[in-house]
């Protein structure tokens, strides 16, 4: 059955279900404040732009539960079929350009040692089917990262992978069928069957889903917002092939390869709602700690900062509500990459709207 369906929000997960769902044959409507589908870097659209787009089920069990990882490691393989289906879509498309699948390094400096030793216990936790990380000797890693500062300690994470939010948002409008966009219309409120917009009005559909994030206060009044922030560099001649986490005793920052000589740097998360521009003390950490691992980019260019807020719940852990007429998913926190295909699919299982 074919249906009308609503959906209040057009970040990750609301442009990955217009896309699935209007190519499933259903009549979709999509509500967003942002003007339009490009990315943005005022800190205001939707927060998957501001994002490395890493996929790292397991290396996120340094901070989240199983259900996490589990969930990730669906992710994976998911993303890769959306990579496939997007380049197909488009052609003479190439999936590479939205995907990448390479494993992931963890790297630590000698006097971090303990510190990635806590992490690595963490992570000996792990669920069936994730890898465990396996140790680099020196010679080996040098040979998967030639640029990388000799004499790091270092892990290989087999089966991780990135994708790339800068090509893969604007693929997912652009290559959704018949979809209405109502880009610049805020979304106050959902409820089975109704969205009503900010200035009153109220739309009627068959099926509504609520993936506004922070967007979706105060009708989730538990909702609360963390703070990114992403440096991106301009390295040419600087070889990266896999996104690095660096372990820190204060300091998770990663280091992640995009097309066309860039490359960005951030931190996981900071417990602030502040969408002010990133600050010279987080500038100088950052990229220091970057350089301190990648010493050729020393000569990188900085392209320009970003900072946006993820939105979170309580417990950090994601939460799916449905009852009839409405679906709503939020509080991916800083998993929103990693986690927004495989509560997709649960969603669409749940609603009997799956392929």
Request: hydrophobic share 45%; aromatic share 4%.
């Amino acid at each position: 059955m074919l249906l009308r369906i609503g959906i209040a929000g057009a970040g990750v997960l609301g442009r990955l279900l217009a896309w699935q769902l209007s190519h499933a044959g259903h009549a979709v409507e999509v509500f967003d404040p942002a003007p339009g589908p490009e990315p943005r870097g005022d800190g205001l659209g939707p927060a998957g732009f501001t994002a490395a787009g890493m996929l790292s089920p397991l290396a996120e069990l340094d901070a989240a539960g199983p259900e996490v990882a589990t969930l990730g490691l669906r992710s994976v393989t998911l993303w890769a079929e959306v990579a496939q289906r997007l380049a197909a879509l488009e052609g003479a498309g190439d999936a590479a350009r939205y995907f990448r699948q390479r494993g992931s390094l963890m790297l630590a400096h000698g006097p971090d040692l303990g510190a990635a030793q806590r992490v690595l216990a963490r992570l000996s936790t792990a669920p069936a089917g994730l890898p465990e990380p396996r140790r680099l000797t020196r010679p080996t890693l040098l040979d998967l990262e030639p640029a990388l500062l000799p004499g790091l300690h270092a892990w290989f994470l087999d089966g991780e992978g990135q994708v790339m939010p800068q090509a893969v948002l604007p693929a997912l409008c652009a290559l959704a069928r018949e979809v209405r966009w109502h880009w610049g219309r805020s979304v106050a409120s959902t409820a089975p069957g109704t969205i009503t917009l900010d200035d009153g009005a109220a739309h009627g559909f068959d099926l509504v889903f609520d993936v506004r994030g922070l967007g979706a206060r105060p009708q989730v009044a538990t909702l609360r917002g963390v703070r990114g922030e992403v440096i991106w560099l301009h390295a040419p001649g600087v070889p990266l092939l896999r996104p690095l986490r660096l372990l820190h005793a204060r300091h998770r920052v990663y280091i992640v390869p995009r097309p066309d000589d860039r490359i960005v740097i951030g931190a996981s998360e900071i417990e602030s709602e502040d969408r002010s521009p990133v600050s010279l003390r987080s500038a100088v950490e950052l990229m220091a700690a970057a350089h301190s691992v990648l010493p050729a980019l020393a000569e990188a260019r900085i392209l320009h900062m970003e900072t946006n807020l993820r939105p979170a719940l309580p417990d950090n852990a994601p939460r799916l509500d449905i009852e009839p007429g409405r679906v709503a998913i939020n509080g991916l926190f800083r998993h929103g990459w990693l986690l927004a295909p495989a509560l997709v699919e649960q969603a669409l299982q749940h609603t009997a709207l799956s392929s």
